[in-house]
């Protein structure tokens, strides 16, 4: 079945943005925010912000979010944004729980959502792009949830995404990557990406 | 024959160990204990409620309490696992993941409920005690026995063990905490 045939996907957005172009945004607005992209993230941002305040984890199975939650607590001083997706989040769902018990006030929880398994070739996730993450986010407990469906109003928005008190959580209704970390093998290794972003958080 | 640990004592070599990566720098808090609830050590997980120099944060699995570590690691704070030996089974491609391929060093206090006081683990009736060894063998993560108060000193040890090796490292609590 063709993405476009599905019924499940009714419910996406016929404007769906480009996460690329959001990306490219939030490049010009995080100031010194720490970032964790994960699966089609990735590549777009490795060529937007190389060599900053950035680590992927691509093969997480689902870990940005915690990958994110652990940065938070150890640099409270810092926003950390994390650019998860819809089937990443899927696979540790329970980390909304986690991140809203643990409470920090400075991460921005980005959920890129397309409804699919992009980097693995597009297969539904459960649910489809019915899956509410805004509902579960709020029951979870963090302290601001809400979903953004067009990119006039991500743009007003987004200063508030490093300023707002977390755990915030965001449900950006996008469109496909053009790349996926299948398409666009490479970067830095992780191990490599962990010394780079140690280093600079501790001196 | 295995003997069951004091809470205190753990939490004492916990307080050491955190002293002790932090160069002796005063920090609140002192350090962190990721925990996903193990009967097994239910004694340390009650007295760490009371406790205020260390923050525990209880995670809803084994996979995120590894990536949080991994976040905690990188921004300079030091923290220890705290799982039953399911939880280990649950998460070994995470361990695999963030502390081997990742070269993300995390130690792991690991419960095995259900260990016979009078049996060698390995010859344990019940499978989780019985392979919990052997998989982190095949996995080449060092490991130590908690057998009785005599032991404790193991716990530093593995830390600064995971440390010196940039990977996993495991003490492995034999009897139920008191």
Known sequence: MKRGDDPKRAAEPVTAMKPEELLKLIAGARGDAICVPTMTTAPEWRDIAPDDLSISCVGFMGGASSLGLGLALANPKRRVVVFDGDGSLLMQLGSLATIAGAG????????????????????????????????????????????????????????????????????LHTGLADKTPMTARGGTPFPDQVDHLRKKLTG | ??????????????????????????????????????????????????????????????????????????????????????????????????????????????????????????????????????????????????EGPDDVPLIAKYFKLSRERRGPAAVLVGLETM
Request: aromatic content about 8%; hydrophobic content about 40%; some cysteine.
């Open chain 2, 1 to 146: 024959m295995a003997e069951s640990v004091p809470a205190s004592l753990i939490l004492d070599a916990y307080k050491e160990i955190f002293r002790e990566a932090r160069g002796g720098r005063p920090s609140e808090p002192l350090g962190w204990v990721l925990s996903v609830p193990d009967t097994h050590q239910k004694s340390v997980l009650a007295a760490l409620d009371k406790e205020r120099a260390l923050r525990t944060l209880t995670c809803a699995t084994e996979d995120e309490a590894n990536a949080i570590a991994a976040g905690l690691w990188i921004g300079g704070e030091p923290c220890i696992l705290m799982i039953q030996h399911a939880g280990l089974y649950a998460s070994i491609n995470t361990l695999r993941g963030v502390a081997i391929d990742g070269k993300v060093p995390i130690f792991y206090m690991i419960g095995l409920l259900q260990r016979e006081r009078d049996k060698d683990p390995r010859d344990s009736r019940h499978s989780m005690v019985r392979w919990c060894e052997p998989l982190l063998d095949t996995f080449g993560v060092p490991h130590a026995r908690l």
């Open chain 1, 104 to 171: 920090p006030r400075n991460l921005t929880h980005l959920l890129f959502k397309n409804g699919v398994y992009h980097t693995s070739g597009a297969q539904n996730i459960p649910g489809g792009f019915d899956v509410d993450f805004v509902l579960m986010a709020k029951g979870a407990g963090y302290r601001t949830a809400y979903a953004i469906h067009e990119i006039d109003e991500f743009k007003r928005r987004l200063p508030s995404l490093f300023r707002d008190e977390g755990p915030l959580f965001v449900e």
